[in-house]
């Protein structure tokens, strides 16, 4: 399963390495329709997606998947990252693993502006963004769109989220290369951050809990 699977690309590519039933959600009609379309041109006509707002995805749909996969550029969209990972949990068998890749949560201290990526937010702050300029992930195409808002979450905040569904955090990595096309240019600055992470967890029914 994906979560906010946008038009399916990314599921298509794991469908083609071999994976089972594939099952994919999104917020966005036009791109569930996108990714029905592209699936079935792909000779996969059984992938199956849904319109569904990650926060209120029915409770009749009861599969439980053996992987759940999140792909750069969602958790930002999450005002609530607890509830995203209960999410998470809920659709996960027993045993089944969770694999996120995201943009670094480093990545939300800077601005892009034309002179260059510009260091100028705190690392901690919890008001959203609220941005107006819409934008064409396809053609780069800027246009003036409803208020969208955008949370910004520290890497303890996702751990910890993880850690509130006793998912067991089995890989953590932080990578250099540019895994989004924000802030790309920093990729080649000497301070070398770290731009984008890759982590997985498992689900275990029974889970000891910590102290403290
Ligand atoms: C930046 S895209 C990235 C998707 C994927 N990584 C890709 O490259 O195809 C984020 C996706 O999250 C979806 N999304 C955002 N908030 C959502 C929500 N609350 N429920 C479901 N989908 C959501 C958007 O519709 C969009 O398709």
Request: net charge negative.
């Amino acid at each position: 399963m994906q979560l906010c699977c946008n038009n399916g690309i990314d599921l298509l590519s794991v469908k083609k390495m071999g994976a089972g039933q594939c099952t994919g959600i999104d917020g966005a009609a036009n791109f569930v329709e996108q990714a029905q379309e592209l699936a079935a041109l792909a000779g996969h006509p059984d992938m199956q997606f849904y319109c569904y707002n990650v926060y209120a995805i029915p409770e009749t749909l009861t599969q439980r998947f053996d992987f759940l996969i999140v792909t750069v550029g969602v958790l930002n969209w999450m005002p609530d990252l607890p509830g995203f990972m209960a999410v998470c949990h809920r659709f996960l068998k027993s045993g089944g693993k969770l694999f996120i890749e995201d943009i670094h949560p480093l990545l939300n201290m800077y601005d892009e502006t034309e002179a260059g990526p510009l260091l100028q937010y705190s690392y901690f702050n919890r008001a959203p963004f609220e941005d107006t300029s819409g934008l064409d992930y396809f053609t780069g195409e800027a246009y003036e769109a409803t208020p969208n808002y955008w949370f910004q979450h520290t890497l303890a905040d996702i751990l910890q989220a993880a850690l509130g569904q006793q998912l067991q955090l089995c890989w953590f990595e932080e990578v250099a290369e540019n895994i989004g096309n924000y802030c790309a240019e920093l990729q080649h600055v000497p301070a070398n951050p770290p731009l984008g992470f890759v982590a997985s967890w498992q689900k275990h029914e029974q889970t000891g809990e910590c102290d403290d």
